[in-house]
């Protein structure tokens, strides 16, 4: 706890000192770095898995003085809503539970479990915004996702689920995907507060990357693409590196 309140005050002085500059009255091009936090739906594919998904990620890029912007961003992707069934249904005895390597009855937990990385270019709008460099933002871009079901026994030893084993049940899919976002950024005049939020899409185009379900053994993986599609909604706060305008010498 102590280091992350060191890392927060660090944060918001390393901020006061790069981001002292007045952005009322122009378009400023910096640096940006920040962190985000977006709640998911599933839709297609990907809700037979999953239901609601939630991401935490990083980003950092640059908005020009055009206001146009490229960023790159990483998130992990967590949730414990588990919509596929039957998975674990050879391993049940007659008694409907799960027994563990004792004989005692076991818990088997299931999660997902994800990432992502994406390449972002976009353009904010000044609408309804104090200054040029907030406004309407706009972005669409590109790139990798992976989920998988994250399987645990806590301390109870399961034979069938242990090591290597699990990833015959986890459902690893993997593949590139595209997103888009609409929403609102703001930007202050050289304080602390700057964020974004708003509506956020992404469609994966995956495959399964097990050779086998050894739930199904005798079920071929399915190999066509898949259509994984999240939608919801992103809010973001982040930290500009303004550039320090020059101090003004007077010579007599």
């Known amino acids: 706890m102590k280091n ?28 940006l770095i920040g962190v985000h936090y977006g709640g998911n739906w599933t839709q297609a594919d990907l809700a037979d898995r999953y239901g609601y998904l939630n991401h935490i990620g990083i980003m950092a890029g640059y908005k020009t ?4 912007y490229w960023a790159f961003d990483g998130n992990f992707i967590f949730g414990n809503q588990i919509r596929l069934t039957g998975v674990f249904d050879h391993l049940v005895d007659s008694y409907g539970n799960i027994t563990d390597i004792n004989g005692d009855i076991a818990k088997v937990l299931v999660y997902s479990r994800g990432f992502n990385a994406n390449v972002s270019v976009g353009k904010v709008f000044p609408v309804l915004s104090p200054n040029k460099n907030s406004g309407i933002m706009v972005n669409v871009g590109a790139g990798y996702l992976l989920h998988k079901m994250k399987i645990e026994t806590q301390d109870q030893v399961i ?4 090591l290597n084993y699990r990833r015959g049940y986890d459902r690893l899919t993997v593949g590139p995907n595209l997103h888009q976002f609409v929403g609102y950024t703001f930007l202050s005049n050289g304080g602390f507060y700057n964020f974004y939020g708003g509506f956020y899409a992404q469609e994966g185009f995956t495959k399964n990357k097990r050779t086998i379900f050894y739930d199904q053994p005798n079920t071929p993986i399915p190999s066509d693409t898949r259509l994984d599609i999240q939608i919801g909604f992103r809010v973001g706060w982040y930290i500009p590196f303004y550039k320090r305008l020059p101090k003004d010498y007077y010579i007599d």
């Not at 003085?65 to 146009?68: I, P």
């Not at 034979?159 to 242990?162: G, K, M, R, S, V």
């Open 159 to 162: 034979p069938q689920l242990e």
């Open 4 to 31: 992350c309140i060191l890392f927060f005050c660090s944060i918001f002085i390393f901020s006061g000192i790069f981001a002292q500059r007045n952005v009322k009255d122009s378009v400023i091009g910096t640096p």
């Open 65 to 68: 003085n055009k206001n146009w």
